[in-house]
């Protein structure tokens, strides 16, 4: 499967010529641009990158890249329209596959007006298993940047951008069996985990890197569909300010 994005993002008002890049993940020969439906350039090989001609006047205009294989026959297509009030940051998401096809990683382009770079970035992560109904029981971030997680419940846009995110060694992969005894449904104070009995096999890998785990007997709540991070309030966040709306009577 083939997927392209836009490295290039036209948030103001642009005419004339422009270089305009794209990145292309999967079999591709050569890119086509096109201009309010018209050939507007094509490359043949890296970087995706041609000189275009957005016109002499500022008008709306609709950019388009598509992705050719050998035969010309399009694989994949991205567009975006200049020229026209658009939000004064974006970003664009190209998932990475390996040789199997399966997505293993994201890359992200981020373009602001304000030149300024993001203060934080907001993923979702879609779970592909309605065994794993909510994030807290297949994903659990630990102290030290390392995640817990069983990557099964997980759809593979969903792994690509875990992957994008946190480095290999940080990654704790929790087993068939683990994950069904709710261990994942975890609460970590620092080098503390508590969470429900767990099999041999996730004490050996906690342990290994330094974490104590407290296990609980919780056989009768796991039956509810939650475990340890379920039966808990956090006090330690705090959410900031919001302006508040008051509706006319």
């Known amino acids: 499967m083939t997927s392209i994005a836009f490295t290039s993002l036209f948030l103001g008002l642009v005419l004339g010529t422009h270089p305009v890049g794209v990145a292309v993940e999967g079999p591709a020969t050569q890119v086509a641009f096109e201009v ?61 596959t390996n040789a199997e096809g399966k997505a293993v990683s994201a890359r992200l382009t981020w373009q602001s007006l304000l030149g300024t770079p993001p203060r934080s970035i907001e993923i979702t992560l879609e779970l592909a298993s309605p065994r794993f109904y909510h994030l807290d029981t297949c994903f659990c971030p630990l102290a030290g940047g390392k995640v817990l997680y069983h990557p099964a419940a997980f759809t593979s846009a969903a792994l690509a951008a875990i992957h994008a995110r946190v480095a290999p060694n940080d990654r704790i992969e929790a087993s068939e069996a683990e994950a069904a005894a709710f261990c994942v449904n975890a609460v970590n104070l620092g080098s503390q985990i508590v969470m429900a009995k767990a099999p041999a096999s996730l004490r050996r890998k906690l342990a290994g890197l330094g974490y104590a785990l407290n296990e609980v007997d919780l056989a009768p709540f796991i039956l509810s569909g939650g475990a340890a991070y379920c039966m808990t309030l956090r006090l330690d966040r705090a959410s900031g300010p919001q302006a508040a709306v008051l509706a006319a009577e």
Do not use: F, I, Y
Not at 41 to 51: M, R
Not at 64 to 70: E, T
Not at 90 to 95: F, H, V
């Open 36 to 96: 309010d439906g018209r050939p507007a350039g094509q490359v043949a090989k890296q970087p995706w990158t041609a000189q275009l001609d957005l016109g002499r006047d500022l008008e709306p205009h609709e950019l388009v890249a598509r992705a050719l294989d050998a035969g010309g026959r399009e694989v994949a297509r991205v567009e975006q329209w200049l020229n026209v009030p658009r939000p004064p940051s974006e970003a664009s998401l190209l998932l990475e």
